[in-house]
C-alpha cells in the first residue's frame, strides 16, 4: 500500500525547521510544521498524524510536556514520536521513552538523510495517512 | 624471707658468743684455782675472777661499739630482704672510715643518681606525652571535619566541635552515648537514611555522600566510616568522619549545567549546518537561489 506519511514536526529553531521540512517534502512526507510547542499541540488537537517529530528545547511548552499533551491529554497512543534534541548525557532518555513510548531519539547534529530514513521506516499504527496511489514514496 | 624479730645480727651473734666463751672460760678458769687451793686463799679469788671477768666485759662492749656500723648496714640490707619493693631513697650511707663503708657509700650515691634520673627521665617523659596529647586534641577539636569514635554497637565513645556542629548538636553533653546511625540519619532524607544504615551493616570501610534535602543547597554530606583493626586483626571501634560538600557540590552541578548550556549552544548552529551542507550534498535540482540561499543560511 503506497500512502504519504503525515508528519508533525515540532522546532523552534526556524532555519533547521525550514530544511527539514523541505527534505521530508521532497522524500514525500505531508509535513506540517509547527514553530513551538503551543502551535504544535494545537495542530495535534485540530488534526490527526502519524508521526510527531518534535524538538526538546523548546520555549513554552518543550517536548516533554508536548508529548504528555500528546499521550494523556489527547489520549494519542497510535502516534509515533520521533524526539530531536541538542541534550546529551543529561537528558533522561530511558524515563521519557518509558513515559510516552518514544519511537526514537536523534541526537544534534543529526543526519537529515538518517531522519527520513528512519521516518520511513517507522511502522505506522494510525489511521491518521492518506491513501495516494499515485505517489510513490 | 627472713624473720625480722627472731634474727640476731652477725655482730650480736659475734659478740654474744665472745661473751659466751669467755665466760666458761673463766668459770673453767676459777673451778680449776679452787680446786689446786683446796680453799686456801679464797680471798684472792675475788681478784683472780674479776680481773679477767672486767676485760671481758670491756672487750665485749669494745667489739659492739666497733661493729655498730656494720649493724647499721646489715639491718639496712635485711629491709630488703623483707620486702623487695623498698625504695633505694630510704637507704642511708654509713659515717665511718672503712673500705667496706666506703664501698657502701659509693655504691649507694650511684645507686641515688641512677634513680635520681630514673625519675627526671619518667617525668620529662610524663610531659613530653601530656604535651603531645594536648597537640592531638586540640588538633582534634579543631579540624573541619566532624570526627566521632563509637564502639562496636556504634554508641558514640568521643567526638569533635565539628561534629557536633554539623549535627547542630550544641549541646555536647547529649551526644556521648548516643547511636551515630539514628543520630545522622535524621538529619538527611529518608533514601539517604537508609544508605548510611545498610553502610554500617558491612564489615569494611566505607565511603557514601548523601543529601540532608532534595535540594542540593541545604546540605550535602561526606559520610566515612573507617573500621581500625585491633592487635589481634579484628575490628573493635569504629571512626565515622563527617566533612560538609556542599559547595563543592554545589560548584560541580554549576559545572556541569555550564558544560550543558555550552553543548547544547553549541549542538544547534551545527546541527542547522550539518542539514542544509547535506541537503546542498545531497539534493541536485536546486535551484540557483535555492541554492544560494542555503549558502547564505550556513555562513549566518
Aim: hydrophobic residues 40%; aromatic residues 8%.
Amino acid at each position: 500500500m503506497i500512502y504519504s506519511r503525515k508528519i508533525l514536526v515540532a522546532e523552534d529553531n526556524t532555519v533547521l525547521g525550514d530544511v527539514i521540512r523541505f527534505n521530508l517534502q521532497r522524500a514525500g512526507f505531508d509535513v506540517t510544521l509547527a514553530r513551538n510547542g503551543e502551535a504544535a499541540s494545537q495542530f495535534l488537537t485540530e488534526q490527526s498524524f502519524d508521526i510527531l517529530v518534535t524538538d526538546y528545547e523548546m520555549p513554552g511548552l518543550n517536548g516533554e510536556e508536548l508529548c504528555e499533551y500528546a499521550r494523556y491529554r489527547l489520549q494519542l497512543d497510535a502516534l509515533q514520536i520521533v524526539m530531536c534534541t541538542a541534550k546529551g548525557y543529561e537528558l533522561k532518555r530511558e524515563q521519557l521513552q518509558a513515559r510516552f513510548n518514544i519511537n526514537n531519539f536523534m541526537h544534534k547534529p543529526f543526519s537529515i538523510r538518517d531522519l527520513v530514513k528512519l521516518l520511513a521506516s517507522i511502522e505506522i499504527r494510525s489511521a491518521a495517512s492518506v491513501i495516494n496511489p499515485f505517489q510513490v514514496t | 624471707m627472713f624473720a625480722a624479730r627472731r634474727y640476731r645480727s652477725y655482730t650480736q651473734q659475734l659478740s654474744g658468743q665472745h661473751l659466751f666463751f669467755g665466760l666458761a672460760g673463766i668459770v673453767y678458769f676459777g673451778a680449776s684455782v679452787l680446786f689446786l687451793s683446796r680453799w686456801e686463799s679464797i680471798p684472792s679469788l675475788g681478784t683472780a675472777l674479776g680481773v679477767p671477768l672486767g676485760l671481758l666485759l670491756l672487750g665485749s662492749f669494745a667489739i659492739k661499739k666497733t661493729s655498730r656500723w656494720l649493724d647499721n648496714l646489715e639491718s639496712q640490707l635485711l629491709r630488703f630482704a623483707e620486702n623487695p619493693n623498698h625504695s633505694v631513697m630510704d637507704l642511708r650511707p654509713l659515717p665511718v672510715r672503712h673500705p667496706l663503708a666506703a664501698g657502701w657509700n659509693y655504691l649507694l650515691a650511684r645507686v641515688h643518681e641512677h634513680s635520681a634520673w630514673n625519675g627526671v627521665e619518667r617525668r620529662l617523659s610524663e610531659a613530653v606525652h601530656s604535651q603531645q596529647a594536648k597537640r592531638w586534641e586540640t588538633a582534634f577539636q579543631n579540624l573541619t571535619d566532624g570526627i566521632a569514635i563509637c564502639d562496636a554497637e556504634g554508641k558514640i565513645l568521643q567526638f569533635n566541635r565539628s561534629f557536633a556542629t554539623l549535627l547542630h548538636r550544641p549541646d555536647t553533653t547529649t551526644l556521648l552515648g548516643m547511636d551515630i546511625i539514628d543520630l545522622v540519619s535524621e538529619q538527611v532524607e529518608e533514601s539517604a537514611a537508609q544508605r548510611i544504615l545498610s553502610m554500617a551493616s558491612n564489615q569494611v570501610t566505607q565511603v557514601i555522600e548523601v543529601k540532608r534535602n532534595a535540594e542540593l543547597t541545604q546540605g550535602v554530606w561526606r559520610l566515612s566510616r573507617i573500621l581500625p583493626r585491633n592487635e589481634n586483626g579484628d575490628p573493635s571501634d569504629s571512626i565515622w568522619n563527617l566533612r560538609d560538600v556542599t559547595q563543592l557540590k554545589l560548584a560541580e552541578a554549576a559545572r556541569e549545567q555550564f558544560v550543558m548550556t555550552a553543548t547544547h549552544e553549541l549542538r544547534t548552529p551545527l546541527a542547522n549546518i550539518q542539514a542544509y551542507s547535506e541537503t546542498l550534498a545531497t539534493v541536485g535540482e536546486l535551484s540557483a537561489e535555492q541554492q544560494q540561499n542555503f549558502y547564505n543560511t550556513i555562513n549566518n
